[in-house]
């Protein structure tokens, strides 16, 4: 997303110069690059060349940014971009913000990119920086997405806590779009009876319902008699009742 502003991370140099004979002849062999200066010719502008800041000096600029929303989208945006070129360096920069409230956005930032190429390495930094169950569980989702086998794996070898058993959930969820039986096989075999497995059921049933209502139906008469098989036959049956053409 573009800034709120224009932060101006880079300046124009141009140089133009009277070239002597021999940097003239010089300049006929040369290979020709992006940073290779050029003699103005009469009516012919001069090269300007970029001077690309490093990402240290664009985080010195950003500190200059007053509080508010031009501030916010400019820390964004610079731990993601520096996230896609040098994830330890981020991942530093972002842990030494002396601020509460944006070290912890940043991070989240940090962590949120990482996920798009090592998964395994943006749980890890979440942990490592106690950022909270909701991030980590956004971020068992999306792994799940593209790895689910490697996702749920991970996730098992985790202590048996809430913890646990809220990023089991959010892996069947996320499974659930792709392969809503292999969803309700990680419910049934992995979390444990309670209020969470019977959310997680809910969710899986209801995303089962709209790719294969026969499959959804057979899965609930499985269930023992209980309100839980109620409330998911209730379920059924409304999805029945939404299809039949009026």
Do not use: Y
């Amino acid at each position: 997303m573009g800034l709120a502003g224009v932060l101006l991370w880079g300046r124009f140099l141009s140089q133009p110069r009277e070239a002597s004979s021999v940097e003239t002849s010089r300049s006929e062999h040369a290979p020709r690059t992006a940073l290779n200066h050029e003699t103005p010719s009469p009516g012919r502008p001069a090269v300007s060349v970029r001077e690309v800041p490093s990402f240290s000096d664009r985080a010195k600029e950003v500190d200059g940014v007053p509080p508010g929303t031009e501030r916010e989208n400019a820390l964004r945006e610079l731990a993601q971009q520096w996230t896609g070129a040098e994830p330890e360096d981020a991942e530093r920069w972002a842990a030494g913000l002396q601020d509460p409230a944006e070290r912890q956005s940043a991070l989240e930032h940090v962590c949120l990119k990482l996920s798009d190429r090592d998964s395994r390495e943006a749980v890890a930094v979440a942990g490592r920086h106690e950022l909270g169950g909701a991030l980590t569980e956004a971020l068992a989702a999306r792994w799940a997405a593209a790895d689910f086998p490697a996702a749920a794996a991970w996730v098992q070898t985790l202590p048996q806590d809430e913890t646990r058993e809220g990023l089991l959930a959010r892996v069947a969820i996320s499974q659930a779009a792709v392969d809503p039986a292999e969803a309700a096989t990680l419910i049934a075999e992995d979390l444990q009876p309670g209020g969470v497995q019977e959310e997680a059921a809910m969710a899986v049933l209801h995303q089962w319902l709209g790719q294969d209502a026969p499959a959804a139906r057979a899965w609930v008469d499985q269930f023992p008699e209980s309100e839980f098989k109620t409330r998911a036959e209730e379920e059924v049956s409304r999805a029945s009742s939404d299809d039949v053409p009026r």
